[in-house]
Structures are given as structure tokens and as C-alpha cells.
């Protein structure tokens, strides 16, 4: 999930590694977190106090914050703390340290040995970092939280939906080694054994490229879901090219339906899973992101009394005229 504000601004609540928390990407704000620091210690404390001396002279906790004010990406800074800070105060109670210890470990688990060196690489201890995600957890519950799904909006979501189906799923790097693949299949080869001895997939010798989803999953490219929603129990597709939407490499692949399912007419049957969906859909939506959080900012009375920083949250606070003001006032 990358949910864009605005650019060089808040963080996106960014999940990596199949779903959790990367270190790495978080230390690309990391000059953005130091400025938040020290910003937030200069602001309790505005007393002109020394906070480095060397000799001959000495430099205040109002030099630094004067200092950090002109330096790009301040406004970004502040916009970050207030709007996390806003967010955290009204759903962080509601996280509890088992959720945020759960993420901690997933992430833990994902870098293995080279976790530690992540974590001081970015410039966190364990519990910096465990703070980090609480507040980016709070952010996301906030934004689910504002997600209003009409039935119109099912309706249109139900049209489109497939439910989940068991498949098994072979990765090849090249076309050349897909067809090869296919001819083998095509001369009784078995399936789970050909996954595991060609698939690239990294877990395809544990689990034989078997793959549970439904039109909703992320994970699965899309040309995979639409060819796969198509095929009959046995039956194996034809070549599928995806591009990866990160790399925008090509990628190819070939899949066996195990088990698939009609949805029949009642969408009731699935109002979870399409909730789930339009969810997701919202959250990835940065007008939707923009004003759910101009509504928080709106809902928690904002002032910003410093003048350096009054147009910091300009983007989310700025009034936009309706179309019927914009109209009359042409006229």
C-alpha cells in the first residue's frame, strides 16, 4: 500500500515484504523524522537555552529551530507531526501492543539476520521503531475509519467480483522457459513437480505454487486473475505475460485451476470480502486521503501561531468552492 498525499510529503502507510513493514523504507524520511525531533524539543522548550558549545561560542535551541525552518522540507515536517499527531491522539488508544508488536515481529522475522543492521542503518532503536509503526497504524486505522461504503458502491464492486479460487501457479523468467514448461505439461508432466523444479516463485518447494485469491488480492496480477477466473477445474492455462508493476518487467506465467467457484446472484453471501475490496480501493485513493484528512484537521481545530509555518497545512486546510459557488460567481 502506498497511499501518496502529496509528494515529498506525509509518509505513505507503506506496507513491503508480502505485507509488513520495511525499515528501509522508512529511513527515506529519516532527515524528515531528525527535523521532527528537534522541531518538537525546540517548540517545549522555547527558552533561548545553549544546546551545543564549543569554543569560542555557542549555538541555542533557537538558532537550530530557526536554522531547520529554512531548510526544504520543513513544511513537510511539521505537516507530518501535526497530521500523525492528530491521527494518533484519536485512534492510537484503540491499538493495542499486541498489534503493534505483531507488525514488529512479521518485519522481524521477514529480515531475519539482517534486521538489527536495517534498524541502525535507519536510525532506529527497536522502540523508535515500534513507535513509528504505531503512529503509522494509527494513521491507516483513521483512514479506514472515514471509508463510508453505499450500496452503489457494493453494487459496482459486485459486478466485478470473483470469489476465491485454489490454484496452483508456475513463474518462469522468460517466455522460452514457459513454452518449454507448457510442452512438458502437454507430454503428461505433472504439474506440482514441474512448479517446484521451474517455477522462480521462492516459496514454490514448500507449498508446489498452490495460490488461494479472490479479484480482490493484491498479490496476484491482474492478467493471472482474469485468465485464471476463466479456467475449468484441471485445467491449465495458456501463457500468461504480467508486468510487474514495480520493475514493469515482464513476468510469465502458467496455472492450474484447482477449485473454482461461481458467485452466484446473492452479493450478501460476500459482503465482507467486497467491503474489504472497497476499502482497499479508497485507501489507495489520495482524493479520498486528502479529504479524510482536511475533515480530522477541520474536526481537531488546528492553529498554527507560528508564521513560518501558517501555510504548511495549506493543501489539506485551503477552502475549495463547490461548482454552483464557481458557476455564479462566472455569472
Known sequence: ???????????AFTKKFGGHYSVKKTSSFLPIFISLFFLAACTANPENQTAISFKGGTISEKDIFNHLKKIQGADAAVQQLVVYQIFDNK??????????????????????DYFEAQLKQAGFTEKTFKEEIRQQLAYKKGLEKNVELKDEDLQKLWASFHPEVKTQLIQLRSETDANEVKKALAADGYFSELAKEKSIEPNVKNDEGKKTFDSGTETIANEVKDASFKLKDGEVSNLI???????????YYLVKMLKNQDKGTDKSHYLDE?????????????EFIKATISKELKNANVKIKDEDFENSLQSFTKEVPDKEETTATKK
Open 241 to 251: 505475460t504480467a508486468t510487474n508493476p514495480k520493475t514493469m518487467a515482464k513476468e
Open 91 to 112: 485512534y492510537g488508544a484503540t491499538l493495542s501492543t499486541k498489534e503493534i508488536d505483531a507488525e514488529f515481529d512479521k518485519t522481524k522475522d521477514i529480515l531475519g
Open 1 to 11: 500500500m502506498n497511499y501518496s498525499l502529496v509528494p515529498n510529503s506525509l509518509p
Open 274 to 286: 467486497l467491503k474489504e475490496i472497497g476499502t482497499k480501493a479508497k485507501l489507495a485513493d489520495p
